[in-house]
Antibody
Framework: QLQLQESGPGLVKPSETLSLTCTVS??????????WGWIRQPPGKGLEWIGS???????YYNPSLKSRVTISVDTSKNQFSLKLSSVTAADTAVYYC?????????????WGQGTLVTVSS | DIVMTQSPLSLPVTPGEPASISCRSS???????????LDWYLQKSGQSPQLLIY???SRASGVPDRFSGSGSGTDFTLKISRVEAEDVGVYYC?????????FGPGTKVDIK
């Protein structure tokens, strides 16, 4: 079964760019069976969809974040990444990466453990 | 965006008793293929969410059969036939019909 692991700085300064990587094991990120996604959860709050990417590079972003978000895939490393620019305190959250099984309906079947990113000077 | 609501937001339960959570969407989640694009997730304390139900009523692999999902269009229900202590946590519904996917606010289930 798939395993996903987020990595990246736990502290980012306001106005800077948040960068996270998700390493996939137990399967190939180039598989046509999966999309790859990012979801975040501010402390004590609910879940927010950030976006997703297919191995081909096709991306889907939340319009509320679209101007600041870039998701990319590195098939050679079996990783996909999230960049969120011009961060503020409102971007403080646990960031999860997840796999979306295309069939039957792009379900979020595996999640990483999540990584807390705090935006503070 | 499709707005998701849940009720109740807090649900104290007694082990062995049934429990039910309602989820409503601001638009129909019925896809042209006849399936409802509604998933249920459970987030236990300190853990990432785990998939329970997809397409409104299909149990994910390994999910006990005491969990069931029903509903269509804009109204959905998650039922636990007999609650066990390990079922505590926050339950989220999520629409998977449109991007961006949107989640309900969550229902916190704990033991009375």
């Amino acid at each position: 079964q798939l395993q996903l692991q987020e990595s990246g700085p736990g502290l980012v300064k306001p106005s800077e760019t948040l960068s996270l990587t998700c390493t996939v094991s137990g399967g190939s990120i180039s598989s046509s069976s999966y999309y790859w996604g990012w979801i975040r959860q501010p402390p004590g709050k609910g879940l927010e969809w950030i976006g997703s990417i297919y191995y081909s590079g096709s991306t889907y972003y939340n319009p509320s974040l679209k101007s600041r978000v870039t998701i990319s895939v590195d098939t050679s490393k079996n990783q996909f990444s999230l960049k969120l620019s011009s961060v503020t305190a409102a971007d403080t959250a646990v960031y999860y990466c997840a796999s979306l099984l295309v069939v039957p309906a792009a379900i979020l079947d595996y999640w990483g453990q999540g990584t807390l990113v705090t935006v503070s000077s | 965006d499709i707005v998701m609501t849940q009720s109740p937001l807090s649900l104290p339960v007694t082990p062995g008793e049934p429990a039910s959570i309602s989820c409503r969407s601001s638009q129909s989640l019925l896809h042209s293929d006849g399936n409802n694009r509604l998933d249920w997730y459970l987030q236990k304390s300190g853990q990432s969410p785990q998939l329970l139900i997809y397409l409104g009523s299909s149990r994910a692999s390994g999910v006990p059969d005491r969990f069931s999902g029903s509903g269509s269009g804009t109204d959905f229900t998650l039922k636990i036939s007999r609650v066990e202590a390990e079922d505590v946590g926050v339950y989220y519904c999520m629409q998977a019909l449109q991007t961006p996917r949107t989640f309900g606010p969550g229902t916190k289930v704990d033991i009375k």
